[in-house]
């Protein structure tokens, strides 16, 4: 591919990911900027290309971008990943309570759950055992596969929730938005909004967190995995997502990082 000067910037997360925080980002950075931002709908792949000369900002919330998007030559994208661990911790507390709003297949009834809904189903469950594995075996498990799934290409720029987590300077953040082709008084306009936008930035204070982002978010800490997942949840889980682990570059075998657990059960 021989890339010409951006246009098009994709911003590209996967459930549980951190897909709220770079929405708020990113929808701000637009506006900030005067160009569209527009939603690349993840079952069509529908999006709207603002005529050529103009940019905007395309955001896929399940990293769909169709293929003759991902090509253009005037293309970057901004492709997002969390610690599959922690994405199954936080999808369970989540999907616990989570209204229809953004989130309409867990309050759809599922013959295969005899009539109730995900969440219903969910919150039945008598242990947290068994409301983790039944998240695991669900919509975590797509939510792996997507990310497995991503292929890198020329034109994209990888990055890691945890590694934004901790990005109190900005400095990861700021190089992101450079290898998007995004012009300097522009990105430091981003590293602003991203530092007013983040848990440990503009909303710090839990006052100033609007009522979406309190009901998305359960805990923005990293590596939770290692205190709060139960061992006789991580052992099904490294014998049947470990490989993806190793994928994703968060362990380098499937199965030895269980002697990190800390957690008692």
């Not at 205190?227 to 490294?238: G, K, M, N, Q, S």
Request: proline residues 6%; hydrophobic residues 40%.
């Amino acid at each position: 591919m021989i890339l010409t000067a951006p246009r098009l910037y994709c911003v590209g997360t996967h459930h549980k990911t951190g897909t709220l925080w770079m929405r708020a980002v990113f929808r701000r950075l637009a506006a900030a900027l005067g160009v569209a931002s527009h939603v690349v709908y993840p079952a069509t792949g529908v999006c709207k290309v603002t005529r050529d000369g103009e940019r905007s900002i395309l955001l896929s919330w399940s990293s769909r971008f169709p293929d003759w998007l991902r090509a253009r030559p005037d293309a970057r994208i901004l492709h997002l990943i969390r610690d599959p661990r922690d994405v199954l911790l936080s999808g369970a507390a989540y999907h616990a309570h989570a209204g229809p709003k953004g989130e309409q297949f867990l309050h759809e009834p599922r013959e295969d759950l005899d009539g109730k809904t995900y969440q219903q189903h969910l919150n039945a469950l008598p242990t947290q055992r068994d409301k983790l594995l039944f998240e695991m075996r669900g919509k975590h498990a797509r939510t792996v596969a997507e990310m497995t799934a991503w292929q890198p290409a020329p034109n994209t720029v990888e990055a890691r929730y945890e590694v934004l987590m901790s990005d109190e300077t900005g400095t990861a953040f700021r190089e992101h938005l450079r290898d998007l082709g995004l012009p300097e008084p522009e990105v430091e306009t981003g590293v602003e909004i991203f530092w007013a936008k983040s848990l440990w930035g503009g909303l710090a204070d839990e006052a100033a967190r609007h009522n979406r982002i309190a009901a998305h978010v359960s805990s923005g800490k990293v590596a939770r995995w290692r205190t709060e997942l139960p061992r006789d949840v991580a052992e099904p889980y490294a014998d049947e997502f470990g490989p993806a682990l190793v994928a994703l570059g968060y362990e380098d075998h499937p199965t030895r990082w269980l002697s990190e657990l800390r957690h008692a059960a």
